[in-house]
C-alpha cells in the first residue's frame, strides 16, 4: 500500500496565530529598521551561515558603508572582505559584491521583485529569494531553512530525516501551502523562521511557549524530541596548516592567499598546507623564503564546512627578499583576515 505523506493539520489555524503571534515577540534586529530592499537583501546573504547575534555586529557598519547596490558595485574587493570580516564564509561577501554590481547595471540599482530573478543572481539560492522577495515585496514565496524545516516537521509529526531529495519536496510542498495562506507573507515567513530560532529549538523545544501547540502534531505524540531525524553528518577531511609567522615591530608579514580555494584572496601569515605534520626542516624546504624556524608557539584546531583544519603556529625569519606586505597587530581586524589568521596572531604572541 502506497504510503500517504503527513501533512501540517489545521493549517489556516496554524498560519492564523503564527501572524498574530509574531509582531508581539519580534527580537529587535538593526535590519527590521528601515526596512528597504536592499538593506533585506544584505542582511539575508549575511544570516546564511552566520548567528543573527553577530549579523546584528556587522550588519550597522556594513549598510552605513554600502547604503546602496551602487556604492557597494564601486567598492573594491577587499574593503568589502574587510568589513566582511568576523561573519566567515566569505564568499558570500565576493558573492553580495557581484550581486551588486549586476543589479547596479542591469536592474537600474533595483533589488529584482521575483524570487526567479533574484535565483540569477550570485550566491541566492532558493530559500534566500524567497525570504528577500516575501520580506521585501510581500510576495507569497515559500522559505526552508533548517529553522523552517524542524517547526514544518514537527507541526505534522513527520518522522524522517529532513534531509534528501523527498524531505525537500515535502518541506517546500508544505511551506508554500503555508505562505499561501497567509494574510502577510512577510509576516507568516518571518513568524516561521523566528519560532524555529526561538521556541521550536533542536533540543528541550520550548512547547510550554509555542503559539501553534495546540495544532502540533509531535506536541500531541509527545515525539518533538526526535523529530525530525537526525542524519549524520558526513565526516570532515583533516588537514595540518603550518603557520609561519615573523613579527617585526607590532607588524605581521603577510601574503595574499591564491585566487582560488579556502580563504580565496584574503590575508594570512604564508602556510605550508600537509596532510600530517612536517618537521621543520621539511618546512624550510617547503618555503624557499624562510631563513630559519626559531619555535613552535603553539596549536589550535579550526572546523569549516568542509575541514578540520590542526593550525601550528610558528615563529620564523624570511628572507629580505621574501615578499610579504608587513600590517600592522593592532590593525588586523581592519583587514580582510579570516578568524583563523586573528588565531594565528594570538597564539604567535602569546609568550
Ligand atoms: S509545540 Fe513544540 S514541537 Fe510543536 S511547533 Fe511548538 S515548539 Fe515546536
Known sequence: ?????????????????????????LRNLPWRKQRTPWRVFVSEVMLQQTQASRV?????????RFPNPKQLARA?????LALWQGLGYYRRAKNLHAAAKIITTRC????????LE????????????????SIAFDKAEPIVDGNVARV??????????AKGKVADEWLWSAAEKCVRAAKSPAVLNEALMELGA????????????????????????NSQEFVPLKQSAAPKRMVVHHALVEIRGSSM?????????????MLSPPVVESVQVLRPAKLLAEMREVKSIEQFRGEFTFLTTHRAIRFRVYVAKFHSQAKLRWISLKKLDHYAVSNAVLKIAKTAMEK
Do not use: H
Request: glycine share 6%.
Open 1 to 25: 500500500m502506497r504510503k500517504v505523506a503527513k501533512q501540517v493539520s489545521n493549517l489556516p489555524a496554524v498560519v492564523l496565530r503564527l501572524e498574530a503571534w509574531f509582531p508581539r515577540v
Open 56 to 64: 546584528a555586529e556587522k550588519f550597522p557598519a556594513f549598510v552605513r
Open 76 to 80: 573594491a574587493e577587499l574593503d568589502v
Open 108 to 115: 537600474r540599482g533595483r533589488v529584482p521583485r521575483t524570487s
Open 118 to 133: 533574484l535565483q540569477s543572481l550570485p550566491g541566492i539560492g532558493r530559500y534566500s529569494a524567497g525570504a528577500i522577495a
Open 152 to 161: 514544518l516537521s514537527r507541526l505534522a509529526d513527520r518522522r524522517e530525516s
Open 198 to 221: 526561538t521556541v521550536c529549538v533542536p533540543k528541550n523545544p520550548r512547547c510550554a511557549q509555542c503559539p501553534v501547540r495546540a495544532c502540533c502534531a509531535a506536541f500531541k505524540a
Open 253 to 265: 608579514g603577510m601574503i595574499t592567499r591564491p585566487a582560488k580555494g579556502l580563504w580565496a584572496g
